[in-house]
């Protein structure tokens, strides 16, 4: 009696062990986990597309784990170090991170993986300047959501006013700021604001003039007469008195029709529209030649982790998340973003935005830069220090330079 209700009951436990490992896959969640840093407005357009395609009932549907860049780019080496805790799939911004994450043997090329399963997943689906960001030794690493263009936007009124038909190339050089900043200046209104995003106008005007942050072989290239010719420029329109007072929030003095111009990124065009009675319009960077321009960008990467444990069916699904997202980008373009996929080029309704300016050609797809230098987040760092004591004339120019160039060199020998 004893040995046949024994029986029964180990019958029954191996039943309920058997239920739980089939329903769990071995212990295996059905979920991807996503990293991102989504945390702004643009979160409401990522849960869009997640939600979008969990509705086509994926095996595995996407877990949304959103996190400041503190955080995220913090957790990534010691999640991967341990084994432990490492998400499916995340979603990065900083470019100098990513290649370190690459030197640092942490991703898993996804050409090897994620193209296996989704053939589009490629080069020819996607502008080749995100594309390339991920590339080295010839293979993959990333797939890219977006280019983050930034450039000018510009109150169409006030252009009319000051300067009509200055904008008819999308292009708006320094000597016709120059013409409109005593215009502008005697009614009160600043013609351009310098200090906002001053790192990315300088990186473009000192490009226009070939001048580079760094070589070939990465040594910086900072102390140069291009660098001091593009900040010289900007200092220009502050010293004329055609720029923002110092510490001024620039995007609202532009909201508030206080500025004709302003450098800014893309992704501020629900902001703009949302600005009362404003009509505004976007346009490339400030050249010195409306034939020579680049628009400095920045770019969100999708990045796989390397991890043993992940299965090749959690891969498949990351897969057709990834497509999923490449094909319903438009979504992703509502939030001013520019796609990197061309999947939307021939949407009218990508058509109408704005931002679709910078890449209508292959002349304005072909001016988006995004810099990719290994020691560039020394650079920029550096530079946040000085540039608007610069420009407001606390610090020299040649100080400046020399001090950045310093630091920058200091800090490479420091990292090797």
Known sequence: ???????????????????????????????????????GPDGENMVALIDGFNATNPEYKIKNVTMEGGDLYTKIPTVVNSGTGIPDLALINDISRLRMFYEQGLLEPVDETLTVYVPELS????????????????????????????GIVYNKDLVDKYAPGA????????????????KAKADGIATHTPAFFAYEQMVSLAKQQGGELFDENDNPTINTPEFKQALQTMKDIIDQGGGSDNGEDNLQLFMMKGSVFTHTGVWDKNSLDKAEDLNWGMCNTLAYDPSVYYNVSFTNQFIMLKDD????????????????????????????????SNAVDDMDEFKNMKQYLFIESPEEENAIVINTFRYGGYASDAFGVVLNDVLYGNMSIDDALAQVQKEVEDKIAQAQ
Not at 126 to 147: C, E, F, H, L
Not at 321 to 339: E, I, T
Request: charge should be neutral; charged fraction near 25%.
């Open 1 to 39: 009696m004893f040995k046949k209700k024994a029986a029964k009951l180990f019958m029954a436990a191996a039943v309920t062990a058997l239920t739980v490992v089939g329903a769990t896959g071995c212990g295996e969640k059905k979920e991807i986990e996503f990293w991102n840093l989504c945390t």
């Open 123 to 150: 080069k020819d689906s996607y502008r080749a300047a995100a594309w390339n960001v991920g590339t080295w030794d010839g293979k993959q690493y990333s797939i890219p959501m977006d280019v983050g263009v930034t």
């Open 167 to 182: 904008l008819d190339d999308n292009v708006i050089t320094v000597e016709e700021m120059m013409e409109i900043l005593p």
């Open 309 to 340: 444990k992940r299965s090749k069916e959690k891969e498949k699904v990351i897969a057709d998340f990834l497509n999923y997202v490449r094909v319903h980008s438009d979504v992703w373009a509502k939030s001013g973003q520019v796609p990197a």
